[in-house]
């Protein structure tokens, strides 16, 4: 996908990968705070932004009818218009809006999950119920459009849908919740199928992967039963390693460095893979057991060296884990929930830049800190907005940031904010 070095067209970043790669920006945060550029008000959303070409994109969901309960298991009906918004990125001033009214029946229903996913001239969105866009990025124009629903025969999740689209050269590539495959390939042109895999019970939370490995690119799909490679340009299963996840919550990326390939979710979920030559298969290294390595909630972990950090689903803390087997090196809640308060599902999504992370948490707080197998520096941080959503009986905002121009984009349930990360020149 080409992306300027100052864009962040996608969930995680330009390369998918958690890594902001922009210079110029703070080493650390001052106790007189960071100044913030703008703030636009928007409706409930779960969903990141995504910065490209000079425009915010984001989408959210303006409820009419009905309450949003966050009662894990059951589902709230609503009634509300789902929105794709675009953004002057400068001053946040709105230059086009896709709207279209959708009625929700999922757990949590504070508004679509999914990063809009830019890639030149288009923004692909999904929405929480399977309404999936292809928009030109300038007007806002329907190129082409599916419902999952309806083209598929897909039965939305109880948590709705939450991967987020990816695109490769000239495909586009989605979790569809559809027993016939849940992995599903569409020309990002025209939104012809290419090809469904994966059958499957559960479609799971996870966003689709692209991995290179000696030599072979592998997309990989992580479902309700087990976790998948597939060959991009035909869907031809390459290896399945099964690791089923408690309720079919595959929401973090599997994460890869060199041969191994690390992924975990809630309930003691976890395993370090070794991939083999070309796209032959994988192995289990070591599986988790309730004393060690770490199980993501909302956020994908990060491999650093020889470790592991992430946030661990049951604890809520920040965790760091030897990646060889899984040793728990050390754990904090004061980037999560604060320190000394445990929550479940704490959370704060790490984005690396250089020799140090830039944190987000649930709190709406934005650390910067030094991580090591060591322990958690923090280098400063600042309130960027207010929790504005609830559960386990906390305030929390679920919503993976952008870093694009040297700024931070985060958004809550009631506006999208972008705060000025340059600098200062001496």
């Known amino acids: 996908m080409a992306a300027s070095a100052d864009d962040w067209p996608q969930w995680m970043g330009p390369q998918r990968d958690g890594v902001w790669r922009e210079t110029g920006v703070v080493a650390s945060i001052p106790a007189s705070g960071l100044p913030v550029k703008w703030r636009t008000p928007i409706a409930l959303g779960y969903a990141g932004p995504a910065v490209a070409g000079g425009k915010v994109f984001v989408m959210d969901y303006?409820?009419?009818?009905?309450?949003?309960?966050?009662?894990?298991?059951?589902?709230?009906?609503?009634?509300?218009?789902e929105r794709v918004l675009c953004l002057d990125a400068a001053n946040g001033k709105l230059l086009w809006k896709h709207e279209y009214e959708r009625p929700y029946k999922i757990s949590y229903s504070s508004g679509p999950r999914c990063t809009p996913t830019v890639d030149g001239d288009k923004v692909y969105a999904l929405g929480a119920e399977g309404n999936l866009w292809c928009l030109d990025a300038a007007t806002g124009r329907v190129i082409w459009s599916?419902?999952?629903?309806?083209?598929?025969?897909?039965?939305?999740?109880?948590?709705?849908?939450?991967?987020?689209?990816?695109?490769?050269?000239?495909?586009l590539f989605c979790v569809v919740g559809s027993k016939d495959g849940v992995a599903l390939a569409l020309d990002k042109d025209t939104g012809r199928e290419r090809w469904r895999a994966l059958p499957a019970e559960a479609p799971g939370y996870c966003p689709p992967s692209l991995i290179e490995h000696d030599g072979k690119r592998q997309v990989l799909f992580w479902h309700?039963?087990?976790?998948?490679?597939?060959?991009?340009?035909?869907g031809k299963v390459n290896w399945s390693v099964p690791l089923k996840p408690s309720y079919g919550m595959a929401i973090a990326a599997p994460r890869k460095a060199g041969s191994l390939l690390f992924a975990s979710s809630y309930k003691e979920v976890g395993a370090l893979l070794k991939l083999g030559s070309g796209a032959s298969g994988a192995e289990v290294v070591w599986k988790g057991n309730p004393k060690n390595a770490l199980y993501s909630g909302?956020?994908?972990?990060?491999?650093?060296?020889?470790?592991v950090y992430g946030c661990d689903a049951d604890s809520g803390s920040l965790t760091c884990v030897r990646l060889s087997d899984g040793e728990r090196l050390w754990q904090t809640t004061e980037p999560t929930t604060g320190e000394g308060k445990k929550g479940r599902y704490g959370t704060a999504f790490l984005i690396k830049h250089e020799d140090r992370f830039f944190l987000f948490n649930e709190q709406g707080d934005l650390m910067i800190a030094k991580l090591s197998p060591k322990g958690y520096e923090e280098l400063g941080r600042f309130h960027v907005l207010e929790p504005s959503n609830k559960t386990f009986g906390r305030a929390m905002v679920w919503s993976h940031p952008a870093f694009a121009q040297r700024c931070l984009f985060a958004r809550n349930d009631k506006e999208l904010v972008c705060v000025d990360?340059?600098?200062t020149v001496k």
């Open 62 to 81: 303006v409820r009419q009818s009905g309450e949003t309960k966050n009662n894990s298991f059951n589902t709230d009906e609503l009634g509300g218009t």
């Open 146 to 171: 599916k419902d999952f629903t309806k083209d598929y025969g897909a039965k939305t999740a109880v948590w709705g849908y939450a991967s987020h689209p990816l695109v490769v050269g000239d495909t």
């Open 224 to 234: 309700g039963e087990a976790i998948n490679s597939v060959e991009p340009g035909s």
């Open 298 to 307: 909302t956020a994908s972990p990060f491999i650093e060296g020889d470790v």
């Open 421 to 423: 990360l340059a600098a």
